[in-house]
């Protein structure tokens, strides 16, 4: 899985769209798994009790994705919405359109326009709010060092392009490093930083997750 863009945690981007009297509002939500995309549409459906479709399209980072139309026309809404969503290359995102019928047909083209218009605003909202985070598989290193060790570290860390997650000071100082899963960076800090301490300094490398980068 390579690196890859999503909504900040907690943040809700919002596109509206109105077209011949149809009314389309639009939303995007971070969901990393099918059961958080499923619950926020449910969530949608229910803020919405009166409108006419709750139309939406999610992806996973593991390449899963899925569509609905909820009643519109085969491929109208729920493939515009996911179109968008990948020109934006999002992952781990959930988009619901939901649409308030004005009385006017819109025809299948017209149909495709509204809800790709109304997500894009979504979008749109979500770069300029700076709601839009990077993603990507990291790992943690692991390691305790002496106070007289600890500028040492610090500057072997920022070579690797590590970042300090969490830092305990007790009798030894235990310092969790975060690192982009990639060139073994990980690995070769530790290697180096065991040479420089000529064994003092030790540690342990997690397994690869996947984090905000």
Not at 85 to 105: K, T
Not at 180 to 209: H, N, P, V
Request: hydrophobic fraction near 35%; charge should be neutral; include cysteine.
């Amino acid at each position: 899985m390579q690196e890859f863009k999503t909504i900040k945690a907690g943040c809700e981007p919002l596109g509206i769209y109105a077209e011949k009297s149809s009314k389309f509002i639009a939303y995007l939500s971070r969901a990393t798994c099918k059961s958080e995309a499923q619950t926020y549409i449910e969530q949608k459906r229910a803020e919405h009790p009166h409108a006419r479709h709750v139309c939406s399209a999610w992806l996973l980072p593991e390449g899963i994705s899925h569509v609905s139309d909820d009643g519109e026309p085969s491929k109208t809404a729920g493939i515009p919405i996911l179109s968008v969503l990948q020109h934006y290359e999002l992952q781990a995102c959930v988009g619901v359109v939901v649409r308030y019928f004005g009385g006017i047909l819109l025809g299948t083209g017209g149909l495709k326009r509204a809800y790709s218009t109304a997500i894009e605003k979504a979008c749109e909202d979500a770069c300029m709010q700076k709601q839009l985070v990077s993603m990507g598989i990291v790992e943690n290193l692991v390691l305790s060092c002496s106070y007289a060790l600890y500028g040492s570290v610090q500057s072997c860390i920022a070579r690797y392009q590590g970042t300090i997650a969490d830092t305990l000071f007790e009798t030894s100082i235990q310092v969790t490093v975060r690192f982009i899963a990639q060139d073994e960076r990980a690995k070769r800090c530790l290697e180096e930083l065991k040479d420089l301490s000529r064994g003092q300094i030790d540690g342990f490398i997690t397994d690869r997750y996947v984090h905000e980068i």
